[in-house]
């Protein structure tokens, strides 16, 4: 860990806690494909192997079959782009039919297991991406239909696109219409910590790149920033997942 980052922990500090899961708690998976965690697959997937988002990976899957063994849901977004709708300030990635939209391969059980829904997304914020052509939404449905008292939030990358999806999430919780909640019973966004990546492009890879110096995003300390957010908006930072029972 840089000094940097030790640095964040003290003055932005986030408190992990061990979440003890109830019978309706559900999985979200967000990214979790290849233009994003496979080396090479893509203009924003790693360029070599990268510690932190292979472990997110293995956690994912894990974490996957455990909710589905045990009765629960899991939803799972993928990043899914048309080749004439640009995404700034990111490049074209993530194309409809280039591999890189794919779950990896770890999670390709999910498009086809009972108790998985797995859809398309077309921007950054899977709460947007999640609204049909006739207003509703595939999200909404899900954690209202199956009556959940708590969503467990993983995937990349843990300061853009699980950090929007949280944040709403948070405010929806809060949201009611004609006098009932927007998301139902929801009470508790949990963001589970292992089960989450960033990606790194230190200020040296911007450089040899020729890439403007805003581009630069440190692994360590963009993955804290993005928890440390959600944590103020009133998510659950865990460490660790426990049944109730």
């Known amino acids: 860990m840089t000094a940097f980052v030790e640095q964040l922990r003290v003055q932005l500090p986030v408190a992990r806690s061990t979440y003890r899961l109830p019978a309706r708690a559900g999985l979200v998976v967000v990214d979790a ?74 999670l390709a059980f999910l498009e086809d297991t009972p108790g998985a829904t797995v859809i398309e997304k077309d921007v950054i914020n899977a709460f947007i991406g999640a609204i049909r052509a006739d207003g509703s939404n595939a999200l909404v449905e899900w954690i209202v239909g199956a009556d959940l008292e708590a969503i467990v939030v993983v995937g990349i990358c843990t300061d853009i696109c699980d950090l929007d999806l949280v944040v709403t999430l948070l405010s929806a919780r809060n949201h009611y219409v004609d006098g009932r909640p927007m998301l139902g019973a929801l009470r508790d966004v949990v963001v589970y910590e292992p089960g989450c990546s960033t990606y790194d492009l230190p200020q040296t890879a911007v450089e040899v790149a020729g890439l403007p110096e805003t581009t630069i995003h440190p692994q360590g300390a963009t993955h804290h920033l ?8 009133g998510a659950i930072i865990a460490e660790r997942l426990e049944d109730r029972t």
Request: hydrophobic content about 40%; glycine content about 8%; aromatic content about 8%.
């Open 226 to 233: 993005g928890l440390y957010v959600m944590q103020a908006r």
């Open 33 to 106: 494909v290849n233009g994003f965690c496979t080396p090479g697959a893509g203009p924003l997937a790693p360029i070599a192997p990268d510690a932190m988002i292979d472990a997110m990976v293995f956690e994912i899957e894990r974490l996957s079959r455990a909710f589905l063994d045990a009765g629960r849901p899991v939803f799972a977004f993928r990043d899914t782009h048309e080749p004439d709708r640009p995404e700034p300030p990111y490049p074209l990635h993530c194309i409809r039919g280039s591999g890189q939209e794919l779950l990896v391969p770890p």
